[in-house]
C-alpha cells in the first residue's frame, strides 16, 4: 500500500510539474509583455522552483567523455565489462592510455545510482584505468533473479576482481567499506591472486559505535522487526520487479533530506533567487545537485535488512563475529592489502573513527601498509566530491596507490 499511495502521488506530481514547467516558461518569455508587469519574474521563477523539485527522475548518465592527461585531451568511452543481474562492472576506457593502475570505485548500494559518483571517478581518470560498480534498481529486476543480500554483495565484488585481473586496487564509499574490507579479508585468507593491492575505505561504517550519528542512533534505537514492518514495501505492478519486497529509495531519500531539511530549504529559495535576478548559472548548480540527489533506486529488502542488523546493530565486522555464507570474516587474515582510511571532520553520517577502526581490526597488517587521513572542515559528501575531494583528499589517494603498485 505505501509504495502504490506512493506512485500515486508520485502520477500526480509529474503532471503538476509539468503544469509548472508550462507556466513558467510562459511567464519568462521575453516575447510575452505580460512577463514585465505584475510581478510577472517571481512567479515565474516560484514555478520553476516547484516544477524542478516535483518532476520525477530516472537514472541519470555519467556523461564522462573526454579527461586531460599531461594537458592532452583525451577520449573517454563507457563498456560494460561483467553484467549480473543485480548489477554491472562498467570501465571508463581512455583512448590510447595504457598501464596505469587499475582502481575499482565500489559505490554505496544506499538508495542513490552510482552516477552520484561521478565527481570522484572524473577525478580519478587520469591517473587511473576507471572502473565501477553501477547496481542496478531492484524494482526493475524480476523476482525470478531471486535475491540479492550482503553476501551476495560480497561474491559480487569478487567476481568484479576476478573480471578486472590481478593487481587492482579498490576504493569504497561510505556503505561499501564493509562488504569491500569482508572481500579484501576473504580473498586473502584464501590467497587470491585477484585480492586488490590496495583498499581506500572513505566515510565508511566499518564500527558505528565509535561516536554515533544520527543514523546509527535510528538503527539502534528501534528494534530488527521494527524496520521490516516499517521500512519495507512491495513493488507495484508497474514495474519489471513487481512483487519483489524493496527498501523503496523514496524512503532513503525522504530520510536524507530530513536530516538537513533547514539546508535543504534555503538552497531552493538561493536557487528562486538566482531565477527572479535572471542568474540562470547560479541556479542550474542548484539543479544539476538536485538532479543527482533526488535521483533514487529501491534496495532489496535481505540486503538492506541484513545491513542494519549485522552493521548498525549487531556490529559484527568489529566484534569478529560477521560470516559470509558461514565463514568467519577475519580481518587478521589481511596481510598484504595497504589500507587507506579517509574520514571528514564534519561527517553527519559516518561519525570520526568509525572508518579508522579497520585499520585497528587488521592486526597482522605492518604499520607501514597503514594510512588515516581526517580531512578537516569536510563532511560525508565533500569527502568523494567537490573541490575539497579533487585537491585535498584525491592526491593521498593517488599517492597511496603509487605507492602500493
Known sequence: MLYDAYEMHRSMMAG?????????GLLQNPANPFAYFG????????????????????????????????????????????RLPFGQLKRFRREGVENSPKLLIVAPMSGHYAT????????????????????????LVPVSAGRFDLDDYIDYLIAFLEAIGPGAHMLAVCQPSVPSYAAAALMSADGHPCRPKSLTMMGGPVDTREAPTAVNTLATERPHAWFEQN???????????????????????????SMNLGNHMISHWEMFKHLVQGDGQGAEQTKDFYDEYRAVCDMTAEFYLQTVKLVFQTHALPKGEMTH??????????????????????DDISGLGQTKAALTLATALPDNKKKYLMAENVGHYGIFNGSKWRNRIAPVVEEWIAANG
Open 39 to 82: 510581478g510577472g519574474a517571481i512567479i515565474g521563477s516560484a514555478l520553476e522552483v516547484f516544477a524542478h523539485a516535483s518532476a520525477t527522475r530516472g537514472k541519470p548518465a555519467f556523461g564522462l567523455t573526454h579527461t586531460t592527461i599531461d594537458g592532452r585531451e583525451v577520449a573517454v568511452t563507457e563498456e560494460i565489462v561483467t
Open 325 to 346: 555464507r558461514g565463514r568467519l570474516v577475519d580481518p587478521a587474515a589481511i596481510t598484504d592489502i595497504a589500507l587507506l582510511a579517509i574520514e571528514g571532520e564534519r
Open 16 to 24: 503538476a510539474s509539468a503544469l509548472a514547467n508550462f507556466g513558467a
Open 231 to 257: 521500512a519495507i514495501a512491495t513493488v507495484p505492478m508497474t514495474y519489471p520487479g513487481a512483487g519483489r519486497r524493496v527498501y523503496p529509495g523514496f524512503l532513503q531519500l525522504a530520510g536524507f533530506m
Open 116 to 139: 552520484l559518483l561521478r565527481g570522484t571517478v572524473e577525478r580519478m581518470l587520469p591517473s587511473c584505468e576507471v572502473y565501477i560498480t553501477d547496481w542496478r534498481d531492484a524494482r
